[in-house]
């Protein structure tokens, strides 16, 4: 359990230079989108060709994620951090005047590289350099995350629409450099190194457990995120309504993630993203059962506001000081890793089931969903149970 501290956390700019670039990398992301069917007008090719935009830039984050934790280690985490933010904010203003669609695809891998170099550091950070309050820390992100992600798409139409795609990456500079700017003040991760830090950290049953629950938590999440779409249009409703029912979980968490990280603060880590995997397995369970998405919608969106931020802050909190930087690019690689298995799980048994009927189809995943959900509570229990240590 971690130690409770009643007192209230403050907002300050140490935090919006963290938030800023969390809220930067992910409105990238999810606003290119948007400009995809433009990128293959302008280039003369096809969906399937620009579609390595997005791609791409996933894979050069999935790479770079533990070097750059080791580098970090070594070098600092702050001058990581802010050398990222850089050049991402330059990659950025490279891609809108890229002269070709092989130039566009490149640039956008090494900026996914620079985008590890934000994300894959901004949760040891926060919680570094809000020790007292990480559980909180940890929401402010885990919100400005899911803020991001709300806001891309429709920003996104907005700048291709009346400013043509490449507004979509002249954005970046301002807001990158307003990061780079207030970031100087922030906490470093102490470190030992890639292969040091991966020696220490294998070697906490606690952490590695705490680890396995959020790849258990990112493959519900994202397996029913790619269920949702499929079972609702399935039964006859448009595009833009299963969009708008779509918001509920990201603006729940948006709305609730720091409320919940302080609860956990205030609780204990362990205790509060139990709870939050509990209620996963429930809203699971209760939508698949009845078939009704909106009970869905809104108890995964609370167990997700639940769990995230306290089960990120088990995850740090175990980790060695000196293992920080590469504790919080694990955590990165385990959200990925989550993520993955999450959709080429649901998508693989929709394809297998649908046939049979959409409803059996819908009733049978969230049964697996909450099966994986059920995992995520059981590890939480089991690092419970082992020496703490703290």
């Known amino acids: ?224 995120n790619l269920l949702w779409p499929f079972y609702l249009e399935a039964g006859g409703m448009t595009p833009s309504r299963v969009g708008v029912l779509l918001l509920v979980p990201p603006l729940l968490l948006m709305l609730l993630g720091p409320v919940c990280g302080r609860l956990s603060d205030q609780r204990g880590y362990d205790r509060v993203s139990w709870l939050g995997a509990a209620l996963l397995m429930a809203a699971s369970l209760v939508q698949g059962v009845s078939g009704s998405v909106l009970a869905g919608l809104v108890g995964i969106g609370l167990g997700r506001a639940l769990f995230q931020a306290a089960n990120n802050a088990a995850v740090l909190y175990q980790a060695p000081k000196e293992a920080g930087s590469v504790a919080s690019g694990l955590l990165s690689i385990a959200r990925v890793t989550g993520q993955a298995l999450g959709s080429i799980l649901a998508g693989t048994l929709w394809g297998m089931l649908e046939h049979g009927g959409i409803r059996h189809a819908f009733m049978v995943i969230n049964l697996v969903m909450a099966a994986v959900a059920a995992c995520s509570g059981l590890l939480i229990l089991g690092r419970g149970r082992i020496g703490t240590g703290e």
């Not at 501290?5 to 989108?33: E, K, M």
């Open 1 to 224: 359990m971690n130690p409770a501290n009643p007192s209230t956390p403050r907002f300050d700019l140490r935090l919006a230079a963290l938030l800023i670039g969390v809220v930067l990398s992910t409105v990238d992301s999810s606003a290119l989108n948007l400009a995809l069917p433009s990128l293959a007008t302008h280039f003369g090719t096809d969906a399937a060709a620009v579609q390595g935009a997005a791609s791409l830039y996933l894979i050069g984050s999935a790479l770079a994620f533990l070097p750059l934790s080791g580098l970090a280690g070594k070098i600092g985490t702050v001058r990581v951090y802010r050398w990222s933010l850089a050049a991402f904010a330059v990659i950025s203003q490279l891609l809108a005047f890229s002269p070709s669609l092989h130039a566009l695809l490149a640039l956008r891998f090494i900026q996914g590289v620079a985008g590890a170099g934000i994300v894959g550091l901004v949760p040891g950070m926060a919680a570094a350099t809000f020790k007292e309050h990480r559980g909180w820390a940890l929401g402010m992100v885990s919100g400005s995350v899911a803020a991001g992600t709300l806001m891309g798409p429709p920003l996104g139409g907005f700048l291709v629409e009346w400013f043509g795609w490449r507004s979509i990456f002249y954005i970046n500079l301002p807001f990158g450099l307003l990061a780079l700017i207030l970031s100087g003040r922030l906490t470093e991760l102490a470190g030992v190194g890639l292969r040091e830090g991966l020696r220490q950290l294998i070697r906490l049953p606690r952490f590695l457990l705490a680890l396995l629950s959020t790849v258990c938590f990112f493959i519900q999440s994202f397996g029913t």
